[in-house]
C-alpha cells in the first residue's frame, strides 16, 4: 500500500507536467471477475461512486 509524502519528501518529489501524465485505469471486481470501471454503462458507474468500504476489526477473543 501506498504511503503518503512526507513534508520532506513532498519538497523533493518529481512534479510531472499535464502532457506528461498519463491516465490510471480503475479496475474492480464484479460478480467474480475483474473489469475496468470505464467500461461500465451510466448506472454500474453511479452504483460503484457510492460504494463504501469497511475495515474488519479485531476478532473478540472470548478468553480461549
Known sequence: MNKPLSAIETDTAMLLAE?????C???TRV???????SSFNKGKKSEFAERTSFV?????????
Not at 502532457?19 to 491516465?23: G, L, S, Y
Not at 460478480?31 to 470501471?37: L, Q
Open 25 to 27: 485505469e480503475i479496475w
Open 31 to 37: 460478480m467474480g471477475y475483474h473489469r475496468p470501471v
Open 19 to 23: 502532457e506528461e501524465r498519463q491516465p
Open 56 to 64: 474488519e476489526g479485531k476478532s473478540l477473543d472470548h478468553g480461549r
